[in-house]
């Protein structure tokens, strides 16, 4: 195995896509492991309570830290063998790249930590940071819901960079971010057929000129970077 993935969530069912398509694929060869957790197996009242109101006041529900304490310590116990990279998705975490998805790729293990209402207690963070990598991260400047929708994101950009997992490993190279066009978006592509609706393919593409059509690519990839995202450029 590759990559073992957990997640704790108060949602498991939410996390069904990471047994699809490639990410199912790779479990069932055996290169990913995944385990979703139920956070409520870890609270102690009947009702199953995992958050209450927030000090201070204000709006809305904070998770407790008491079972995220105990679900940290049954996934990844403290005198077990390894430390997983815990991974908390957070609209005040750092914006997920291409470059932190290749770094997670890296990693044996990575834990994930689903937070819902207005997020988990600040204190569990901190207290997983005694004993493990803990990486804050968000998916962009906007608001969701719950992290769920945030680790399908990262396990598919992840999962897909692992070696063997994807058809044919020069794709990830190529991809847009990537090393191939130097971190600009990737050009535009074309399949079958040549015309389509009066609309032709760039004639270079048919030309069987590898030296030309990388050129094209390369100019396309940069054309295109300043038009639509000239902070890649850098
Ligand atoms: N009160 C929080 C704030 O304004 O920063 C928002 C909490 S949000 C409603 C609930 C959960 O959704 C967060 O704890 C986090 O797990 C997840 N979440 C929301 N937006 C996210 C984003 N942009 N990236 C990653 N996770 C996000």
Redesign the pocket.
């Known amino acids: 195995r590759q990559l073992k993935i957990d997640v704790i969530t108060i949602f498991p069912d939410y996390l069904a896509p990471l047994r699809q398509s490639l990410l199912g694929k790779a479990i069932e060869r055996g290169q990913v492991e995944v385990a979703v957790h139920d956070l409520r197996q870890w609270t102690d009242d009947v009702h199953r309570t995992v958050d209450d109101t927030p000090y201070g006041g204000g709006p809305?529900m904070v998770m407790l830290p008491e079972p995220w304490g105990r679900a940290l310590d049954a996934v990844a116990p403290p005198d077990g063998p390894g430390r997983p990279r815990l991974i908390?998705?957070?609209?005040?975490?750092r914006p997920?790249t291409q470059a932190l998805a290749e770094e997670f790729a890296a990693e044996p293990w990575l834990l994930f930590a689903?937070?819902?209402?207005?997020?988990?207690d600040a204190r569990v963070a901190e207290y997983a940071a005694q004993r493990m990598r803990v990486d804050e991260?968000?998916?962009?400047?906007?608001?969701?819901?719950?992290?769920e929708v945030?680790v399908l994101v990262i396990a598919e950009a992840v999962s897909r960079l692992l070696p063997g997992v994807l058809g044919n490993a020069q794709s990830a190279v190529d991809d847009s971010f990537s090393a191939g066009p130097d971190g600009l978006l990737e050009a535009p592509a074309y399949t079958k057929p040549a015309s389509w609706r009066g609309l032709d393919v760039p004639p270079v593409l048919l030309s069987g000129h590898h030296g030309e059509i990388a050129r094209w690519r390369a100019e396309r990839s940069r054309e295109r970077t300043a038009e639509r995202r000239p902070d890649l450029l850098g």
């Open positions: 809305g908390v998705p957070s609209p005040a975490g997920f689903c937070g819902r209402y207005e997020g988990i991260v968000s998916l962009g400047d906007y608001v969701l819901a719950g992290g945030a």
